[in-house]
């Protein structure tokens, strides 16, 4: 059996102990097909509008794992960061082209069908029916040359082209420097790195108006896409730390596991906690200070009562928790510690995600006479097709992301610099 000697002095078989994360891989697999298998049966036995909404939910969750791993990657070839060492493979494989290319696939039932969730899709509901009795709305109507079916499907694979053509880019300069060790191009991924951050902010951000902020689309705000943007950074972010606490006393990570890479960790946690919270207030007070009702009515549905708590949640689960937790030096200064606070910020994005999709949704398109587009209660029957609709999504993208990390080392091999910083330490 094949040995080696851990910090501790204990010989321990190294076949036992070496990470093997891929091995999530064939259940991420079975679960989204099967998940898939049921959400179509759902979807075409009369439950299309439901299982439309239910599918927004779960893309949108994954997406916003899937792009805060892919910004990640890129801020971090630009600033080149020692902590990112560590995490980077992990970013590149939730963050990849592949991942990226999962999402535009899975994204299709939406893009094929925006009248199921977006009231500007719907021309009856923007331009008006007589027969019908339904006057227009003509908010929607000015919005028309930009929020039209078309123009908003060109759009998208414009954004989905780019994100795959810079991952693609970032990954083959990375798989070549690994090749044959040329300096230079870390150098130039830092270079183009800064320029393909700025383009991701630009584009991320029209994304999320586009496939989210429309869904009501008589309100907008300076401050949501930047919003979500933080939201996704500090839910990939957790999601790689927990994935690499967990494997702490597992090669590769024990070369490099140390307090001061598990306190960068911890600060990074805890910095996107306080930017989260930053953003969500500023986007509240400058709601609330403008004071139109256009505006208002983003705060107004999720002020309803069970909405209202879900809000709470949010509140007390991202933001107090958090913050109060990696306060402590001790939490950060062991990964079974970190790891806990990780996976909590986790579970309560998703909260956080449904609460920003959820109330959006419609449960009904088939409003002649309706004053507005009836929108989805917090807990209800529905909650069962939301939570297939993530199991299934995420399951592919968990098959995904195990196959990529297979595909190369989970250290990059041409950045020593944690190693050489762990066996100098006193």
Not at 153 to 178: D, H, K, Y
Not at 247 to 269: H, R, V
Request: charged letters at 10%; one cysteine or more; hydrophobic letters at 55%.
């Amino acid at each position: 059996m094949n040995t080696t000697l851990m910090n501790d002095g204990l010989v321990i078989g190294a076949g036992e102990r070496t990470a093997r994360i891929d091995k999530a891989g064939p259940l991420g697999l079975l679960v989204g097909v099967i998940g898939a298998v049921i959400s179509i049966a759902m979807w075409v036995s009369g439950n299309g509008t439901t299982m439309a909404g239910s599918w927004m939910f779960g893309w949108y969750f994954w997406l916003t794992i899937t792009m805060g791993m892919f910004g990640l990657s890129v801020l971090c070839h630009t600033i080149r960061p020692t902590w990112a060492v560590s995490l980077l493979r992990l970013f590149e494989a939730g963050g990849g082209p592949s991942s990226i290319l999962l999402m535009a696939i899975l994204f299709l039932p939406i893009y094929l069908l925006p009248q199921t969730l977006y009231e500007w899709a719907v021309p009856a509901l923007v331009n008006g029916n007589p027969a019908l009795g339904i006057k227009g709305d003509h908010a929607l109507f000015l919005k028309e040359r930009y929020l039209n079916v078309p123009f908003w499907m060109i759009r998208g694979a414009v954004f989905f082209a780019i994100w795959i053509a810079l991952s693609t880019f970032m990954r083959n300069s990375v798989r070549r420097q690994e090749a044959n060790g040329d300096k230079k191009l870390e150098l130039g991924r830092s270079s183009w790195g800064a320029v393909g951050f700025v383009i991701f902010m630009l584009t991320y951000t029209f994304a999320i108006i586009d496939w989210l902020m429309s869904m009501e689309a008589h309100w907008s705000s300076t401050m949501f896409g930047l919003w979500q943007i933080i939201a996704s950074g500090l839910g990939a972010s957790s999601f790689v730390i927990v994935v690499a606490c967990l494997n702490a006393k597992k090669e590769p990570y024990t070369e490099i596991m140390s307090p001061n890479l598990t306190k960068d960790w911890g600060n990074i946690l805890f910095m996107f906690t306080m930017l989260w919270a930053y953003t969500a207030i500023s986007q509240f007070l400058i709601i609330w200070n403008g004071n139109l009702p256009e505006n208002t009515q983003y705060f107004a549905t999720r002020a309803r009562l069970m909405w209202n708590a879900v809000g709470m949640i949010t509140i007390v689960g991202q933001f107090l928790v958090p913050w109060m937790t990696l306060l402590s030096p001790r939490v950060k200064r062991y990964p079974q510690y970190l790891r806990q606070i990780a996976g909590w910020i986790f579970v309560i994005h998703i909260v956080d995600v449904y609460l920003a999709v959820g109330p959006a949704i419609p449960t009904s398109m088939a409003v002649a006479h309706a004053e507005e587009i009836p929108r989805r209660a917090a807990f209800g029957p529905q909650l069962i097709f939301d939570a297939l609709a993530w199991l299934t999504v995420g399951g592919f993208w968990l098959f995904i992301f195990a196959n990529n990390v297979k595909k190369a080392p989970l250290l990059v091999n041409y950045d020593h610099r944690l190693q050489e910083a762990k066996a100098h330490a006193h």
